[in-house]
């Protein structure tokens, strides 16, 4: 390895989220409607289907790619194949409100409309049109640690199945 090749690119010291999609050029335009994505790289494979795809949201780096279940041990499956995903993918924004619209306009899905949270968040969840879940939060409240867990106490126990 030459001294000169960094083993780091700079700018991707981070956890990068790497999403399975179908399709991802339809996700590649979403993202760019609902979050201001910018493309960075777009890398077709022979048949059509997008190999690797980076976009930049904000200042963090998101890696895309098509199904491809016939490599990886059949691992590189989108969420549609795979009838849903555990995984959220979280981001803060200035306004959630506008973000959430922003997000709809686009396609998205919402699960869950903001709303002020126990933590100090204004939260909120959507589902793209590829079926990634994401929570967006703009921070509005400092809270102390026992803040939150009264908060949260409150919650749960407004929640709870009454016997």
């Not at 991802?24 to 997008?50: H, N, Q, T, V």
């Not at 204004?122 to 703009?138: E, F, M, N, Q």
């Amino acid at each position: 390895m030459s001294n000169s090749v960094e083993p780091i690119p700079c700018g991707q010291e981070n956890l990068i989220p790497h999403l399975v999609c179908d399709p991802c050029a339809g996700a590649i335009e979403f993202y760019k409607k609902a979050f201001g994505a910018e493309e960075l790289s777009r890398m077709p494979s022979p048949d059509g289907r997008i190999m690797h795809a980076a976009l930049r949201i904000g200042t963090s780096t998101l890696f895309l790619a098509d199904d491809f279940p016939e490599y990886c041990g059949g691992m590189a499956q989108s969420p549609k194949s795979l009838k849903g995903t555990p995984v959220t993918i979280h981001r803060y924004v200035k306004d959630v409100d506008a973000a959430m619209k922003q997000a709809q306009d686009a396609g998205a899905t919402v699960l869950m409309p903001a709303t002020d949270m126990f933590w100090g968040d204004r939260y909120g969840v959507i589902t793209d049109p590829c079926g990634h879940k994401w929570s967006l939060a703009t921070h509005v409240r400092d809270l102390t640690p026992e803040q939150m867990m009264e908060g949260m106490n409150d919650v749960m126990k407004a929640a709870a199945p009454h016997k």
